[in-house]
């Protein structure tokens, strides 16, 4: 099993461009996030999905979209770059629990510049 | 609304000393309560979890964690500190229901010194 895959692992863009970053798992998980992790602030939830053709919203969702068009793929999808969106992004996948989420399996992370 | 805050943006022990990382977390339901450890450019990776049942939860490499529910607390800790256990440590808390969301604190680095 491959895990959590992220593409790419290094990003520079420039400011108004649009992106997308892939994320697949192949442990069959229900529920797929994305956070961005900045220095001092922890990781926060940019959005998730609980299965197929379910997204939503999570902290940090200005700027930022997301499908869930199969239940291995979650592709994050900037739509004109800031320079606030320099950050490392990751993936997370887990398994949904009658009382919560399972423990969330990490993606290597993106790191995006917008110059 | 749930919530994690850990106090001390920075902890530093000597390599031998105890352990201790503080966690303390706000759910309007009975929580899952998690630690996940990062080393220096890589993802995060599971140390240990409690969801349920015993309080005091054992995880890798030698750390456990108690949920004190009265306390609102799941403090991590290792008797004996090794120069390997440098890293950032994350405190998280998830909710209940097919909306849940995992909220994570703002990290603890520790540093172990000779």
């Known amino acids: 099993n491959a895990g959590v895959t992220q593409t790419p692992k290094f990003q520079v863009l420039k400011t108004g461009q649009s992106m997308t970053l892939q994320c697949a798992q192949d442990?069959?998980?229900?529920?797929m996030s994305w956070y961005r992790q900045d220095p001092g602030m922890g990781l926060r939830l940019i959005h998730y999905?609980?299965?197929?053709?379910?997204?939503d919203q999570g902290e940090v969702p200005n700027g930022y979209n997301v499908s869930r068009s199969t239940t291995e793929d979650f592709p994050l999808r900037l739509l004109s770059a800031a320079p606030s969106q320099t950050s490392v992004y990751f993936c997370?996948?887990?398994?949904?629990?009658?009382?919560?989420?399972?423990?969330?399996?990490f993606g290597p992370g993106t790191r995006l510049t917008v110059l | 609304a749930q919530s994690v805050t850990q106090l001390g943006s920075h902890v530093s022990v000597s390599e031998g000393a105890l352990v201790l990382l503080r966690c303390n977390y706000s759910?309007?339901?009975?929580?899952?309560l998690f630690w996940y450890v990062q080393y220096p450019n890589q993802g995060l990776q599971l140390l240990l979890k409690?969801?349920?049942?015993?309080?005091l939860v054992k995880g890798i490499n030698g750390f456990e964690a108690e949920f004190k529910k009265s306390e609102t607390s799941f403090h991590l800790t290792k008797p004996s500190a090794h120069m390997s256990d440098a890293a950032e440590y994350f405190c998280?808390?998830?909710?209940?229901?097919?909306?849940?969301?995992?909220?994570f604190g703002t990290g603890t680095r520790l540093q172990v010194t000779l």
């Open positions: 997370a996948s887990s398994s949904l629990l009658a009382g919560g989420l399972d423990e969330q399996f």
């Open positions: 442990m069959n998980h229900e529920y």
């Open positions: 999905s609980v299965g197929a053709g379910i997204t």
């Open positions: 759910s309007s339901v009975p929580p899952y």
């Open positions: 409690y969801t349920t049942g015993a309080t």
């Open positions: 998280a808390v998830s909710g209940t229901g097919t909306a849940s969301k995992l909220t």
